[in-house]
Nanobody, 126 residues
């Protein structure tokens, strides 16, 4: 079964850190770019970061630059999102999506990604 599975979400205090994982099963991520999105409660899903198939190119939304780091380990078929200095307003369900073009792009909801994960909840305590 082809799927992406996010994990690593949880409850975090302001200023805390979490590392999210996006693991692929049923296919290899080697040729796919991966994008991370988040959807806060009652709001639209927004792009956060993306990484090219090789890991050589990355993109970050302005709101997370300097705090989030995207990386990948193709040997483990997994992409990571290290999130530091988290803010309470970053409470959201975080999703990853796979793009078979392999190129890094600004994550956009109108773009046709090949696969989506089911999401992992990140909750910032206040």
């Amino acid at each position: 079964q082809v799927q992406l599975v996010e994990s690593g979400g949880g409850l975090v205090q302001p200023g805390g850190s979490l590392r999210l994982s996006c693991a692929a099963s049923g296919f290899t991520l080697d040729y796919f770019a991966i994008a991370w999105f988040r959807q806060p409660p009652g709001k639209e899903r927004e792009g956060v970061s993306s990484i090219s198939h090789s890991g050589g190119s990355t993109y970050y939304a302005d709101s997370v630059k300097g705090r989030f780091t995207i990386s990948r380990d193709n040997a483990k078929n997994t992409v990571y999102l290290q999130m530091n200095s988290l803010k309470p307003e970053e409470t959201a369900v975080y999703y990853c999506a796979a793009d078979s073009t392999g190129r890094v792009t600004m994550p956009t909801m109108g773009y046709e990604y090949d696969y989506w994960g089911q999401g992992t909840q990140v909750t910032g305590s206040s």
